[in-house]
């Protein structure tokens, strides 16, 4: 397949997998949340950072990617992902609703803590 200009162009189909997402809200809360599920690089530095942990100038948090060896920025709202071979990354509410679809045992965790006030 080529694209209109002659660029070779491979087309590729995602493969059907479930993966674990936490939304980043923007609070002190889930920055603690999102610090332990993400943990720490094999050099002891976090792999979720807020700005005021870091020494570059940033506007918003963090993430490390390993197989990417970068920092990937979150925007709140933005939901971080887990992939298949462990590497976190930021993903946009939009990229999400297109994209994915919550589990059943997502959507029970989802009800359990609306009605525990958000305390599960």
Not at 1 to 17: C, D, F, K, N, Q
Not at 31 to 47: F, L, M, P, S
Not at 63 to 85: A, C, D, K
């Amino acid at each position: 397949m080529t694209t209109a200009t002659g660029l070779p162009v491979e087309r590729y189909r995602r493969i059907s997998t479930a993966v674990d997402t936490m939304l980043w809200d923007g609070t002190p809360e889930r920055a603690r949340h999102i610090k332990a599920w993400t943990g720490r690089r094999d050099d002891g530095v976090r792999r979720f950072l807020l700005p005021a942990d870091s020494t570059e100038q940033w506007e918003q948090a963090h993430v490390w990617n390993e197989q990417e060896q970068n920092w990937f920025p979150v925007p709140v709202g933005h939901r971080i992902v887990r992939g298949r071979l462990g590497e976190f990354y930021a993903v946009s509410p939009d990229a999400i609703q297109a994209t994915y679809r919550r589990t059943r045992l997502g959507a029970v965790v989802a009800m359990l803590r609306k009605l525990t006030g958000g305390r599960l």
